[in-house]
């Protein structure tokens, strides 16, 4: 049993690497055994791995993550045209894509643009006036932040990833099995601990939403069972802070990228992440005191 244990726990980790290698190499064609070789598995029973792990097929992940990264680019790079989002999201046409957009969206990409956009228009004009008078925003969601560019390094990190709805059971269930791996080791000391979401819930489905558990180790540190190691790119980043209750995670990520929006920065196509700076339990308040960071375009 602990061998089939361990053989799962490894069969879910290097998934969790080919779904990486997916989301970085979406602009192109990949092959099967591309992928496959990215996450060391053989070809041959990868597909069937694959589905078994994240009950999608490769080409059904692969289909749906660039409609979703398509639906993201239309909100946040509001100048491109709708066939340059086709092109970066691996699709040869804008016709191509307006047709797999409606299947999955229910709209075309203009129409879906749209009714996005207006909303979120009306929801940040006090801040954009604001930005215009060249006056503080007052806050979208009654909570305090401090937001400043910040040049960050590199993150060599363990994970653990799950996939659910993004909250406290989902994020939890990770985070506790990495703390579990990483507190004999040492690591808790020393290691920075960041969460990574790599995905819009606004546009993939709850039960698809990746969320990753990570703790900064050093370079060289080898995987172990259930447990990863991948880079989280540093460089320019937008690095919002707060310290909050634990309900209010929600609100600060739309405080967090009102004040984006508002001061006109673009973001980079990897995903966001919390950088946490305690624990609930050691903060007299019970709050989090942590940073969301927001990749940006060289």
């Known amino acids: 049993m602990e061998v089939r244990r361990q053989t799962a726990e490894a069969y879910a980790r290097r998934i969790s690497l080919a779904m990486n290698y997916i989301s970085k190499n979406l602009e192109r064609e990949l092959a099967l055994e591309e992928i496959a070789r990215a996450a060391a598995f053989s070809s041959f029973h990868f597909h069937r791995i694959f589905k078994a792990v994240t009950g999608e097929t490769v080409s059904e992940f692969v ?34 894509l307006a047709k797999a957009f409606r299947r999955h969206f229910g709209q075309s990409p203009t129409e879906f643009r749209n009714s996005k956009l207006g ?9 954009l006036a604001a930005v215009m008078a060249q006056s503080p925003p007052r806050s979208t969601t009654g909570i305090e932040m401090k937001a400043e560019i910040k040049q960050l390094p590199d993150y060599t990190v363990a994970f653990v990833r799950k996939l659910g709805p993004y909250g406290k059971e989902t994020a939890g269930q990770a985070f506790a099995e990495l703390m579990q791996w990483a507190g004999p080791k040492g690591y808790l000391a020393t290691g920075k601990v960041i969460g990574v979401y790599w995905d819009n819930p606004e546009v993939t489905p709850p039960q698809k939403c990746r969320t990753d558990a990570c703790i900064s180790v050093p370079p060289g540190t080898p995987h172990d069972g259930q447990v990863g190691i991948q880079s989280i790119p540093g460089g320019p980043h937008a690095v919002c802070s707060f310290e909050i209750a634990p309900a209010e995670f929600p609100r600060a990520w739309e405080e967090a990228f009102a004040w984006f929006v508002a001061n006109g920065h673009e973001c980079a196509d990897r995903p966001s992440f919390e950088l946490y700076h305690n624990t609930p339990d050691r903060h007299p308040e019970g709050k989090f005191v942590f940073d969301i960071c927001i990749p940006l375009k060289k």
């Not at 289909?63 to 040869?92: D, H, P, Q, V, Y």
């Not at 909303?119 to 801040?127: A, K």
């Open 119 to 127: 909303n979120t228009d009306r929801n940040l004009e006090d801040v």
């Open 63 to 96: 289909r749906r993550l660039r409609l979703e990264t398509a639906a993201n680019k239309l909100l946040s790079a509001r100048a491109a045209s709708i066939t340059e989002i086709a092109c970066a999201c691996g699709f040869s046409s804008s016709q191509n």
